[in-house]
């Protein structure tokens, strides 16, 4: 992940994943499939031993897992070979994957550098289905103008992306809820790119940190949210007014968010905790697993 990526604050303790939880209460619908987990929420575990620990997220009933660590044509330190190997020893699949599309990798004439080429090449090698940014740098996002200068950076890395069988995808955080020349921001990015070039990778939790409604933009741009990040939160008062959770323990409405997710074009559910509690990042990532696998939707 970036460096810009937030931090949350410490939480207490979580309930264990065989409690009855309101928000996670069984639907009548299908059970979720295309459960996966962001790498992320064991960003140090994949730093020390990324082999030990993709073995842990298989052992712990993930099937799909999306990176936050791809830089200098490796991912975790592998080549793209040799880490689409480690996952398929362990019977895992990517479909996605979280590389930050920055000012950088575009260059003085508006191509894209060999860098971001590369790093779509890769992303194909690995089998993703999906390349997807999960930040926009703060200088590209302080008028409605260059919001929409970003998204036509979007759409021209959906049609490079295209070229590869994939799709170009962003992945939100709370400052999209802001707004921007009497526009919300969110609203910029989804009306000014092209569905069949981007799709949308909507973290619930952070959607909901700020008080927004993730179904509220399901019923806006339906067939959008190809993807979810599946965070839930607690609202504290420390310096970022939220922390994550174990899933059904935060105040995010899942129910309605699995009630609408046809309605909001999404095929993939990704876990994702960035803070534990009294857990360790494994044991957090596993108890997520035994929640979201009674998720039906």
Known sequence: MTTNRRTFLKTGTLALAGVPILSLKLRANKPLSHIGLQLYSLRDDMSKDPRGTIKAVAKAGYKEVEH??????KFYGLTPTDFKQLLADNGLTMPSGHTALLPKHVDSQGNFTD???????DAAILGQKYVISPWIDISLRKSAD???RVTDLFNRAGELCQRSGMKFGYHNHDFEMDQVD????????????DPKLVTMEMDVGWVTAPGGDPVYWFKKYPGRFGLLHMRDIVRTTGAHKFTSVVLGDGVVKFDEI??????????????????????????????????????KG
Do not use: C, P
């Open 68 to 73: 936050a660590g791809y830089g200098a044509g």
């Open 115 to 121: 860098e971001w080429k590369k790093t779509v090449d």
């Open 258 to 295: 699995l009630k609408n997710h046809k309605l909001a074009g999404t095929k993939y559910f990704i876990v994702e905790q960035e803070e534990y509690g009294k857990n360790t990042a494994l044991e957090a990532v596993t108890l997520n697993y035994g929640r979201i696998s009674r998720m």
């Open 182 to 193: 009497g526009q919300v921001i969110y609203d910029i990015l989804l009306s000014n790119t």
């Open 146 to 148: 260059s919001l929409k």
